[in-house]
T-cell receptor
């Protein structure tokens, strides 16, 4: 079945550590890719998106993600996390000409001060 | 500028009952999507409304229905509630002119079915 997989259910890091959250999808062809973040008690917010062009995309708050087509991956990275990055992170895929956005199960990030 | 708003915030219903959830899109947005987010899971697409019509539907039974009004606000109705319908229901809006497909999400309605 077509799906979006996030490898880590819960990641715990200390402040200043580097972050990489994995996301793989199983849809063929062209896809649009997104990372959303949900801070405790807040709405889902868009961190970054990839539609075409440079596979390395930069988002808000120092986050970036790299699209590797051959690996069907769109991993999220941040060089140095802060306590305020504690949140749930969701990867999502949308097929062109399709309004259905498919989300992964999410990765909970806990950053210890 | 108000973002996406949803009401009510929380709701408790009994099995077999019916429920209506409401959503007001972000100003300037005309397309509304509804998602169900079960505990520990990512949001699942229920359906999308545009120009007062259901444009696309996810894998949800007919017990889930919706409506969009001329002011672009939307309702999600669920009939014959099951325990498994307990979840956070999210509304997201976007403008059709935006090529970037950036959706703005509301805070959600937490539905508990007992």
């Amino acid at each position: 079945a077509q799906s979006v997989s996030q490898h880590n259910h819960h990641v715990i890091l200390s402040e200043a550590a580097s972050l990489e959250l994995g996301c793989n999808y199983s849809y063929g062809g062209t896809v649009n890719l997104f990372w959303y973040v949900q801070y405790p008690g807040q709405h889902l917010q868009l961190l970054l998106k990839y539609f075409s062009g440079d596979p390395l995309v930069k988002g808000i708050k120092g986050f970036e993600a790299e699209f590797i087509k051959s690996k069907f991956s769109f991993n999220l990275r941040k060089p140095s996390v802060q306590w305020s990055d504690t949140a749930e992170y969701f990867c999502a895929v949308k097929l062109p000409n399709n309004n259905d956005m498919r989300f992964g199960a999410g990765t909970r990030l806990t950053v210890k001060p | 500028d108000a973002g996406v708003t949803q009401s009510p915030t929380h709701l408790i219903k009994t099995r077999g009952q019916q429920v209506t959830l409401r959503c007001s899109p972000k100003s300037g947005h005309d397309t509304v999507s509804w998602y169900q987010q079960a505990l520990g899971q990512g949001p699942q697409f229920i359906f999308q409304y545009y120009e007062e019509e259901e444009r696309q539907r996810g894998n949800f039974p007919d017990r889930f229905s919706g409506h969009q009004f001329p002011n672009y606000s939307s309702e999600l109705n669920v009939n014959a509630l099951l325990l498994g319908d307990s979840a956070l229901y999210l509304c997201a809006s976007r403008g059709t002119g935006t090529g970037s497909y950036e959706q703005y999400f509301g805070p959600g309605t937490r539905l508990t079915v007992t």
